[in-house]
């Protein structure tokens, strides 16, 4: 309750209670945001947190101007109170929300070769708006791979503070909304990880994600399930995230190749969730399934191809399809929610088909992989004087690949085969970096000569 | 008495590469004799003698450290993350090199040499003129494989800015008098950087016979 005499009085007990609170977070927020703007940090992860840097610093202005103006608001006690409580807790939650991708990532674990392909890859297939969205790269402490999409938190703060206080926007408030993007997304690998090629195929998990919902590729699928006989009150819910993430491992499969199945058998075997089922993700055997009858769509079963690669998914599909599976009792229903039914089989694989439309293929991978292969085994990166740019990123991903199941197959030592692992990272990142500059270089030339 | 003629061990031309070699060279694919440069992403980078190299986008820079000085013999990974760090840019953004100042850069382009011929990392003059020295350590041997370490100094008053992907030094090719072999080169022909890398100088042999010469001095 506060107690105060009139107008002036409540308004000194707000400001006393609340003001401390705010300009405490504002000002944590102020340091982080110097320092980002400040820091030598890798691209990618700071270019977009320097955006982002920005962004909060206007905000920061913003909850000065409606602090200065919910003091100067019309007489009334509980609406100052009210407006207090709610800008507080808007600063609060811009802070936690936001302010966290301030931090660099650490440079040496950093990917930056893979990023701007990948923000082709998420404006081509995604259908955001290249202006209207920032992406970047961001090392978190989970060993797993994840993706965070936040709108433009001004837009977020003003719809519900200015709508609740009646205020109108300050004028250099609105000079910087107009110069940030609508759409921040930071695509999150393990530190650790950040330069493992070989999981590299994960983060086109995660782009797969982010495509779903702008495409809304799996909410149809939901409204057809029918085959369900489980009692579990958060079913929604469960199989909302199990459609979901198979969904995504079907649009990575098809914009990028096999390299996703192996990337997610690989992190299975280090995630311990190779048959574990979870409410948020089915076990990494059933969504290889999916994987597999993918692959099958786009002739990699068929492929009468020799390479190590494709032998290992026809040796795969024909396993993982006559096998018998069993999950845990508590999620059988869920498998059979979604396996009994072959509509819904067939939903999610059209779906994903119709809205992706492009597939590296079978007859992509036969005919690319095998140069990109020639080049790692003779230590060089595979850099051509012009390529489709999905497709060469797919090659490349899967040629890293095919000369890890090479590899293996091999007398190697680990000392030696854990040596040229590290190599062939490097030479695939180089291989992406380069080709990626070239065919920009190539479009920047033409359009300067024009 | 008659003479034989000895065994004359396979001698190569010597001097630097023409324009002409170069870009027949250049353009060799899966030759024992081709040279690898890739990208390179303007023909004009081809001169005589010389092909332009660009400025890549990551670098080492000194960073403030309580390190008294530096022991080349206790050089490690850890040892120099104490006083360097990594910088990466994006190509096309600029690099700011302060007067006096020396970071480790790195070739954007990946080079790959034949046996036959070794390379030489110059500054470019233009770049020169404005106090840019770009290599102190210029020699490249034959069948090296990955992108060069460029030491970067400025030896100017005034800060450079320097973009990545700018064309600031070149390389020299020169015919080697006979041809290598990947056993003489030894293990680091497999190590193929793309990154800069600081000097694995604890590596070195030499300190322990420099540490046992003191130790014998140090006793007469």
């Avoid at chain 1, 062939?424 to 270089?441: A, F, M, P, T, V």
């Avoid at chain 2, 960073?63 to 008294?68: F, N, T, Y």
């Avoid at chain 2, 006083?83 to 100042?101: A, D, N, W």
């Avoid at chain 2, 090296?144 to 005034?158: M, Q, R, V």
Wanted: charged share 25%; with cysteine; net charge neutral.
């Amino acid at each position: 309750m506060i107690k105060g005499r009139g107008r002036r009085g409540a308004i000194l007990q707000i400001d006393r209670l609340y003001s401390n609170e705010v300009r405490l977070l504002l000002g944590s927020q102020k340091g982080a945001v110097e320092q980002a703007s400040s820091s030598l940090a890798p691209h990618g992860a700071s270019r977009l947190s320097e955006s982002l840097a920005h962004l909060l610093d206007a905000l920061e202005h913003y909850f000065e101007e409606y602090l200065t103006s919910i003091k100067n608001s019309p007489d009334n006690e509980l609406e100052s109170k009210t407006a207090a409580i709610v800008f507080a807790r808007y600063v609060g939650f811009i802070h936690n929300q936001y302010v966290r991708f301030l931090i660099p990532s650490d440079p040496y674990s950093f990917p930056g070769e893979v990023l701007h392909p990948i923000k082709d890859i998420l404006i081509k297939f995604g259908g955001y708006e290249a202006t209207k969205t920032s992406l970047g790269l961001f090392h978190w402490d989970k060993y797993n791979f994840g993706i965070i999409k936040l709108s433009n938190p001004l837009d977020l703060v003003t719809r519900e503070i200015e709508d609740s206080l009646s205020i109108k926007r300050p004028k250099r408030v609105e000079e910087q909304v107009k110069k940030l993007v609508d759409t921040l997304i930071f695509i999150c690998y393990p530190q650790a990880e950040g330069r493992n090629v070989f999981l590299h195929g994960l983060l086109f998990h995660e782009l797969g994600h982010v495509i779903d919902s702008k495409k809304m590729i799996s909410d149809p699928i939901l409204k057809i399930i029918k085959n369900w006989t489980g009692t579990n009150p958060n079913a929604p819910s469960i199989l909302t995230s199990w459609v979901k993430e198979i969904v995504a491992d079907l649009i990575a499969i098809r914009i990028v190749g096999p390299c996703v199945l192996f990337a997610s058998r690989m992190a299975a075997l280090t995630m311990e969730v190779m048959d574990n089922d979870s409410p948020s993700h089915p076990s990494s055997r059933f969504r290889a399934l999916w994987m597999l009858e993918h692959l099958e769509r786009i002739g990699y079963v068929d492929s009468k191809s020799d390479l190590n690669s494709i032998q290992t998914i026809r040796d795969w599909h024909k396993k993982l399809t006559s096998a018998k599976l069993s999950p845990a009792k508590e999620y059988e229903p869920f498998w059979n929610a979604l396996r009994s039914d072959s509509a819904v089989i067939k939903a999610i694989h059209e779906n994903v088909e119709q809205s992706i439309g492009y597939a590296f293929t079978a007859a992509d991978f036969d005919s690319k992989i095998s140069d990109v292969l020639a080049h790692f085994n003779n230590n060089l990166p595979h850099i051509p004087n012009s390529a489709k740019s999905t497709a060469h990123l797919a090659s490349v991903l899967n040629a890293v690949w095919e000369k890890r199941l090479t590899d293996l197959a091999s007398e190697q030592s680990e000392d030696e085969l854990f040596k040229w692992q590290e190599i062939i990272c490097g030479l695939g990142l180089k291989s992406i970096e380069g080709n990626y500059i070239q065919n920009i270089w190539n479009l920047n030339e033409k359009d300067s000569s024009s | 008495m008659k003479r034989t003629a000895a065994a004359k061990p396979e001698l190569l031309g010597h001097g630097v590469l023409t324009k002409a070699e170069l870009v027949e060279r250049l353009s060799l694919k899966g030759s024992e004799r081709g040279i690898y440069l890739k990208p390179i992403l303007d023909a004009d980078q081809i001169g005589d003698g010389s092909v332009n190299i660009r400025l890549g986008t990551h670098f080492l820079v000194p960073k403030a450290s309580d390190l008294g000085h530096i022991r080349p013999q206790d050089m490690n990974a850890k040892y120099v993350r104490g006083f360097q760090s990594l910088v990466v840019k994006t190509f096309g953004e600029s690099f700011i090199l302060h007067p006096h100042h020396l970071v480790l850069g790195v070739m954007f382009e990946f080079l790959a040499l034949p046996q036959d011929l070794a390379a030489i990392v110059v500054s470019r003059s233009s770049f020169g003129r404005v106090g840019l020295v770009v290599a102190t350590a210029i020699y490249v041997h034959p069948l090296w494989k990955g992108c060069l370490t460029l030491e970067l100094a400025n030896y100017g008053e005034i800060p450079l800015e320097l973009p990545c992907g700018a064309p600031i030094a070149q390389l020299v090719f020169v015919k080697a008098s006979k041809l290598h072999t990947a056993q003489e080169i030894g293990p680091t022909r497999k190590y193929c950087p793309i990154r800069p890398e600081f000097a694995c100088l604890m590596e070195m042999s030499d300190w322990k016979t420099l540490d046992r010469i003191k130790s014998n001095l140090d006793n007469v």
